[in-house]
C-alpha cells in the first residue's frame, strides 16, 4: 500500500505491507484522513508514536471497514465509519479499535467524516468532561479558527453555552461568527484579557480551552471567572511561564490538562459512546457539522502540512485517497 512516512522530519511517500487486524480491531480501506497540530509535532520530531504504535502518522480517518478481527461483533464487512487511531492515518489503509470506529453520520461523507474524530473527541473530552461546562455558562476558546476551535464553537453553542473566541485575523473572527460564536476578539489588534473583562462585565469566564500555553497561561488567570476551568490542550507558545498563585487561590480556580493519543482504547471507547449519543444525532441532523477548509491527495501530505503550519486555514485540512 502506498503509505506516508517521515524522514529527516519531511513527508515522504513510500510502500509498506497492508497490516492484517488483531482480535480486537478492523482493517479499514481509506478514503479520506484529517492533518492535525499532533501529526506537525511528530514530524518535527517533537511528538514521537506511543511505544508500539505505527511510525506512520495520522490520527483519523474515515473509509470501508474490508477485515475484521474474531473478537469484533458489532461491525460488519462493508461499514463506513470514521475511527480514531493512534498512528497510520496517511496510508491506503490502517488498522483501528473497533471500539473507536463510528458509523459516518448519513448526510456526511468520507471527507466530512474524517474530520471528525481527533477534535470531537478531544473537545467532548476538555470541554465537556474535564471542565464539565454546562449551560447559561462562559466559554473563551483560543484558535476559534482552528479545527479544534471550529468544533468547540458549535458543540459549546448546542448545549446552551456562550461563547467567546480569539483568533488571528478579522477573516477569522468573522469566520467564528457565522459559526456561532458570540464574540470574537482579533489577538493581532486586540488584548484579550480587556476585551474578556469587558464583555464578560469584569465576571470573567467560566471556561477556557487554550491551546497556546507560554505567556497566554498568566493572561488566562486574569480573565477567568469564581470557580473557573481552564483546561490547557497544546502549548504552541511553549510549555513554561511565571505565574501569580495569589488568584488561582482567591477565586478557587481549576487548571487541568490533558493529551488524548497515549489514552488506553477503555477510556477512549468512553467518550465515542458520548459522542454517539449525544453528539452524533446533531450532526445527523446538520445542527452542527465539521469545517473542511481544504482537501490534498495523499501524496501531497507535505503541501497539507505546510498550509497549516501558515496558519492560513479556517477548519480542518482534510487528505484524500
Not at 480486537?24 to 506537525?40: F, T, W
Not at 484558535?143 to 468547540?152: E, L, R, W, Y
Amino acid at each position: 500500500m502506498l503509505a506516508i512516512e517521515i524522514k529527516n522530519t519531511t513527508l515522504q511517500s513510500t510502500q509498506r505491507p497492508i497490516p492484517k487486524p488483531l482480535e480486537s480491531e478492523v482493517l479499514i480501506k481509506i478514503a479520506a484522513a484529517g492533518i492535525n497540530r499532533p501529526d506537525i509535532m511528530q514530524r518535527q520530531g517533537l511528538y514521537p508514536p506511543p511505544l508500539g504504535a505505527s511510525d506512520i502518522p495520522g490520527l483519523e480517518i474515515a473509509g470501508t471497514v474490508i477485515a475484521m478481527g474474531k473478537q469484533v461483533s458489532h461491525l460488519n464487512l462493508g461499514d463506513k465509519v470514521c475511527a480514531l487511531v493512534t498512528a497510520g492515518g496517511y496510508a491506503e489503509y490502517c488498522l483501528a479499535s473497533a471500539v473507536l470506529c463510528l458509523p459516518i453520520p448519513a448526510n456526511l461523507d468520507f471527507v466530512q467524516a474524517a474530520a471528525l474524530p481527533e477534535t470531537f473527541f478531544t473537545v467532548w473530552s476538555n470541554v465537556f468532561d474535564r471542565a464539565q461546562l454546562k449551560a447559561n455558562e462562559t466559554l473563551l476558546i483560543h484558535g476559534g479558527s482552528s479545527g479544534i476551535g471550529t468544533t468547540a464553537i458549535q458543540l459549546a453553542k448546542a448545549f446552551g453555552a456562550t461563547v467567546i473566541i480569539t483568533a488571528g485575523s478579522d477573516k477569522k473572527c468573522s469566520s467564528c461568527k457565522t459559526l456561532g460564536a458570540d464574540f470574537t476578539i482579533n489577538y493581532q489588534t486586540q488584548d484579550f484579557v480587556t476585551e474578556v473583562n469587558r464583555i464578560t462585565d469584569q465576571q470573567g469566564v467560566d471556561v477556557i480551552l487554550d491551546m497556546i500555553g507560554g505567556d497566554y497561561f498568566p493572561a488566562n488567570i486574569n480573565c477567568m471567572a469564581i470557580e473557573g476551568r481552564l483546561v490547557q490542550i497544546a502549548i504552541q507558545n511553549g510549555p513554561k511561564t511565571e505565574i501569580n498563585l495569589l488568584p488561582i487561590m482567591l477565586k478557587r480556580l481549576s487548571i487541568t490538562g490533558s493529551t488524548l493519543r497515549a489514552r488506553n482504547d477503555a477510556f477512549k471507547s468512553a467518550i465515542a459512546k458520548q459522542l454517539l449519543h449525544k453528539v452524533w444525532p446533531l450532526l445527523e441532523t446538520n445542527a452542527i457539522k465539521p469545517i473542511i477548509y481544504k482537501t490534498f491527495p495523499l501524496h501531497q501530505a507535505g503541501a497539507a502540512h505546510q498550509l497549516m503550519e501558515s496558519s492560513q486555514h479556517i477548519g480542518k485540512i482534510v487528505l484524500t485517497v
